[in-house]
């Protein structure tokens, strides 16, 4: 669903006068309005948990864990300690889950997750103040094992529910083989944004279609930590057969921060998936509105 021009119209004028009437941005607001109606017409929160919480918040069954990814429980599957549902690198110390067990745990570990590790230290400066902002040195692609680990992280946060949808996810994110499942996929690996003021707290989101027939993924994955924004669209979800052989597309969002004339909206960043192992080489880029 695409939003009418009465629609934005409207959203731009709430915006403008958030920021205290100040003239000057019609044409951001504009495009602000336009693409976060976009989402807000097509996607609904589904799971959003905030990653550093004064107390550990566990996610799963206590009495009858069972992980997600090889799909055992006891007594042929070990859970001896609850996991970090999304990486610790991120800063995460307090979202935690049952349902990921010490095999798959230690599988990741060496793999996809290491690779995360390399891909996040490549994006630090996007968290640090907006003096730089003009000109930073950021990768040029996410790689497919990087990638797998933020889907990995979106799965194991997702309603049990939805799981069903999202076999053929499980499976590729839990193959060694990244070469092999790189010829599955083109496009958009992920979308990265720099927000204009750094969030007090870190937090990660599910965000689920509303209508089969839109033309966007059906489940959006969301990980923020100070002024960084993460996107990525899970993929080989059987919701999505409706749109194999076409494009990717992932609705971009303002993700404004400030007030009054502070009132900004982020930068985007696309980032293309890179096949092979090797991080991408950073490269020096010029961001803009």
Known sequence: MQPSRDQIERAAYDRWER????????REEWIAAEMDLTFDLNYKTVAEYSICEPKPRVLGNEKRPKCRFCEQGPPRAAFSVVRFAVSEVTGNTSLKTREVCDECTEQFAKSIDAAFAKFWESLQPLRGPTSSFRELRLPTAITIPAYKALVRMALTIMPESQLPSFTDTIEWVTNPDHEFDSKLFEGPGSLIY??????TQGWTSLAQRIEDDAPFPFVQYFLAVDSLIIQVHLPLCARDEDLDGSEVRLPERSFSTGLGSNHQSSTCLVLPLKTGAEQSRPRRFRLFW
Do not use: E, K, N, Q
């Not at 920021?19 to 019609?26: I, Q, T």
């Not at 720099?194 to 969030?199: A, G, I, K, S």
């Open 19 to 26: 920021r205290g009437r100040f003239h000057g941005a019609d």
């Open 194 to 199: 720099r927000t204009y003021l750094p969030y």
